[in-house]
C-alpha cells in the first residue's frame, strides 16, 4: 500500500534558488530576505502620480450611505425604496469598508486611509424609519482617529419640512452617542434642498466656542469670560455698538447663536 507523503506546513518552502542542503535556519533567514527585498511598483512612481492614483481609486463622487436614506430620498414609499431596506436589512448593502488598497502596505495606507476619510461624504438617514444603531456601530468601530479625518458626515433627510414636522428625529441625533460620547458638533443647514446636518469631530469641533469666547475677551480682556458675559448683559443703558461688518468670528458668533435657539426651540417641542 503506497504511503501518503504529510510535510508540516513551516517545512513547505520556495525551493527556487535555495539550497536545499542547508539547514533549516538559513532557509528561513533566505525567504524572509527575499521578502523584505520585495517593492512595490507603485512605490517607485513619483509621488504626485502616487497621490493622483490614491485619490482616484479610494474617493466617491456620489455620498457614502452609512444606513439606508429615509424614503423622501426615492420620492415616497416606492419599490425602489423597499428594495433597497430590505437589501440593507439582508446585510447585502451595508456600510462603507476602507478600500483595499489602503490594506497594501504601511506606506500607501498613511496616505490613501487620510484621503478615504477627508474627500469623501459619508450620509446618514435619520427620520425614525432610519436605521440609527448601524450608524453608530460604524462610527466606533473606525474609531476616534478616523472620525476626525472625516471631511463631511451629513445626516441628510430630502423633506425640507421634516424637522418642523418631525423634530424627535432631530433631537434623537443630538441625545445620541454621535454628540454625548464621540463629542460630534452638529450644525444644521437648511436650503431648501433638504434638512442637512453636518457633524464635526475631534478638537476642531470646539473652534465655535473658541471665537465666541475670543469676541468677549476682545471686548474686556482683563475680566474672565464668565465676569465678561454678566458684564456684557448688565449695560443695558448704553447704546450698543456698530456692526463690525463680515469679519469672521461675527459670522461664527452668528451661527452659534442660531443653531443654540434652534434647538432650544426643538428641545420646548420635545
Known sequence: MASSLHLQPELVVNHRNIDMTGNREETQEHIAKEKN???????????????II??????????????????????????????????????????PWQPGLTRACASIRADALKMFYKLNTFQAGYCYECDLDIVIDWLKTIGA?????????????????????????????LRSEVVRVMGGRVE??????????????GPHGDEDLMA????????????????EVSSVSQRSGEPLPEPRGTDEKDHVAVKVTEMSTHLEELSLLG
Open 37 to 51: 527585498q520585495t517593492t512595490s511598483r507603485l512605490l517607485s512612481l513619483p509621488p504626485e502620480i502616487q497621490l
Open 54 to 95: 490614491w485619490e482616484f481609486t479610494v474617493t466617491s463622487a456620489e455620498p457614502l450611505f452609512i444606513n439606508c436614506a429615509c424614503d423622501s430620498s426615492y420620492g415616497g414609499w416606492t419599490e425602489e425604496y423597499y428594495a433597497d431596506r430590505e437589501l440593507w436589512e439582508k446585510g447585502e448593502r451595508h456600510p
Open 145 to 173: 482617529a478616523n472620525r476626525e479625518k472625516i471631511g463631511k458626515f451629513i445626516f441628510f433627510d430630502a423633506n425640507r419640512k421634516h424637522d418642523r414636522n418631525m423634530p424627535k428625529d432631530l433631537i434623537k441625533i
Open 188 to 201: 444644521s443647514t437648511y436650503d431648501g434642498k433638504g434638512c442637512k446636518h453636518v457633524v464635526r469631530f
Open 212 to 227: 465666541l469666547e475670543g469676541l468677549f475677551r476682545e471686548e474686556i480682556p482683563s475680566k474672565s469670560p464668565l465676569q
